[in-house]
């Protein structure tokens, strides 16, 4: 029987960032209790939002146990400390009223105390979408860290910082709600597809007011002018093009080719066109059954154009 691993390897996806927050092998930190009076919060918190109810069951918790994981502080000039991670922890220890708290001390700069605050509130899934966003936009503002560096850092995958950060572009207002929670991420990037700050502002309140599904806003905001990606041709069979072309260059007389999606047959002239014309009734005529009125399902067209320079 294979003997169980010494401890746990770190939890993927989250970064390099966690083995800083665990204190890994190549981070060595101690643990020490320090007065909790002593403690100061980080400014550059990403959380923002503190549920007072949260706090308080929070702090019953931390009566009876006592705080079981320990937070992280760097120290300040005064002797004083400042957090890094584990603002909840440390709020509840004041409201419970412990006179110290367990925490792991270490020499941090901005960026690093920033970071280590970001992966564990995203480890914990405590942010709200906006206060993520935020956090994402300072590393890469004021500290010059690639999308491709935050990505790696906070383990998450580019796409999903990416979108994030572009939560930013909303109103401060339409901001305020998604950060409330009067709308979700769905609905945000619905409003988002909206080019203009007001129509985005009278979507959003039209979504709170009626209560819009996420699918019901796509459709409304497609309705105030979203932007929506062409539909890309499916790529045209080059030998069966070329069969088209034959046939409509022997059928029309007319120069033919065909593109994705369409023919465009072309003249030089009135009377070439007025000639295209006999051609095609006459097809038509012949064979009635099949006949050649345009496209009822939405494929391809047929496209008579005048040639260049007439």
């Known amino acids: ?24 092998p190549s981070s060595p930190a101690g643990l020490s209790d320090i007065p909790v009076g002593a403690v100061r919060p980080n400014a550059r918190q990403p959380r923002r939002r503190f549920e007072a109810e949260s706090i308080a069951a929070l702090a019953e918790s931390v009566r009876v146990s006592g705080v079981i994981q320990p937070v992280i502080v760097k120290p300040l000039e005064d002797g004083a400390y400042e957090l890094v991670a584990g603002e909840r922890r440390w709020r509840a220890a004041r409201a419970a009223g412990l006179p110290t708290i367990p925490a792991i001390v270490r020499e941090t700069d901005d960026r690093e105390s ?8 995203v480890a914990r899934e405590d942010l709200s979408p906006v206060e993520e966003a935020r956090a994402y936009a300072v590393l890469q503002d004021e500290f010059g860290l690639s999308l491709g560096d ?20 909303l109103p401060d207002d339409v901001l305020g709600l998604l950060e409330r929670g009067l709308l979700t991420e769905g609905h945000a990037r619905a409003v988002l597809a909206v080019p203009d700050h007001e129509e985005r502002r009278r979507l959003a309140r039209r979504i709170v007011r009626q209560g819009l599904s996420v699918r019901a806003s796509e459709r409304a905001a497609r309705w105030a002018g979203a932007r929506t990606k062409p539909r890309k041709a499916a790529p045209v069979d080059p030998a069966l093009a070329e069969r088209v072309r034959a046939a409509a260059e022997r059928l029309t007389g007319a120069p033919v080719r065909v593109l994705s ?8 002239s009135e009377t070439q066109l007025e000639e295209l014309a006999e051609s095609l009734e006459a097809a038509v005529a012949a064979r009635p059954a099949e006949g050649l009125n345009g496209s009822p399902n939405g494929g391809p067209t047929a496209t008579i154009w005048p040639r260049a320079g007439d």
């Open 114 to 121: 920033l970071l280590l605050a970001l992966v564990e509130n």
């Open 1 to 24: 029987m294979s003997s169980l691993p010494a401890s746990d390897p770190p939890r993927r996806g989250l970064g390099r960032g966690l083995e800083v927050l665990l204190g890994g």
């Open 150 to 169: 935050v990505s790696e850092r906070v383990g998450r995958a580019k796409p999903t910082v990416s979108n994030r950060l572009r939560l930013l572009e």
């Open 261 to 268: 999606g369409r023919i465009e047959i072309s003249f030089q």
